[in-house]
């Protein structure tokens, strides 16, 4: 089953935006992770943020946790055309698997 | 060091065939899971293996479905009479520590099975 959902589901942005995608989740989690995936091969980790933490930032990236809404968003500022990915939110229940949204897909045009 | 690797990288079979998809995990690494991506989907678990514990088999969708890791490091899953809809990339993770630890998890590059 899934837990999270992202949104969009798509996203077309000029270089130099900065693009945000949310996910949203329905039980209580141990931690919430981002990936990105190119070109729907192997998954790279981005950033992990527990339930106890509410903003992480690494790099370019900006993550935000609400658990009171069961929801998260990552930010990348000054977009790039090669962060154009599928970016997937996982959550971890404390359970044996990461559970995956269905990604949002991020084209950054140059 | 060395990443996880998978092979073969695609492979093209007919129905009814069985399939044996390879995945190597990082050295040391106790954790290692299976996972399908089905065509704009996300992942979805198939089985965790954690050290000399029975693996957890609980999101093999059918019997059809099995793994088995040798000397807690390789693993084999395997797909007997395969069907259209065992078409999808199928990814292979490792991680360090256990299950719901907040572990990270380092993919493979997946393996594209075509069951034509």
């Known amino acids: 089953s899934q837990q999270g959902e992202e949104d969009p589901q798509a996203l077309s942005i000029q270089e130099g935006e900065n693009a945000t995608m949310n996910c949203s989740y329905k039980t209580s989690i141990n931690n919430l992770q981002w990936y990105r995936q190119n070109s729907g091969r192997g998954l790279v980790h981005l950033i992990l943020?527990?339930?106890?933490?509410r903003e992480k930032h690494s790099g370019r990236l900006r993550v935000t946790l609400d658990t009171s809404k069961k929801s998260s968003s990552l930010l990348i500022t000054a977009s790039r055309a090669a962060d154009t990915a599928s970016y997937f939110c996982a959550t971890d229940e404390g359970g044996t698997a990461l559970i995956f949204g269905k990604g949002t897909t991020l084209s950054v045009s140059s | 060091g060395a990443g996880v690797s998978q092979s073969p990288s695609n492979k093209v079979t007919e129905k009814g065939k069985d399939v044996e998809l390879r995945c190597d995990p990082i050295?040391?690494?106790?954790?290692l899971y299976w996972y399908r991506q089905s065509l704009g989907q996300g992942l979805e678990f198939l089985i965790y293996?954690?050290?000399?514990?029975?693996?957890?088999k609980s999101g093999l969708p059918s019997d059809r479905f099995s793994a088995e890791r040798t000397g807690g490091s390789v693993s084999t899953l395997t797909i007997q009479r395969t069907q259209q809809e065992d078409s999808a990339v199928y990814l292979c993770a490792s991680s360090s520590g256990l299950a719901g630890g907040g572990e990270t998890q380092y993919f493979g590059p997946g393996t594209r099975l075509l069951v034509l």
């Open positions: 050295s040391g690494h106790t954790a």
């Open positions: 293996f954690q050290g000399n514990s029975a693996p957890d």
């Open positions: 943020i527990r339930s106890n933490e």
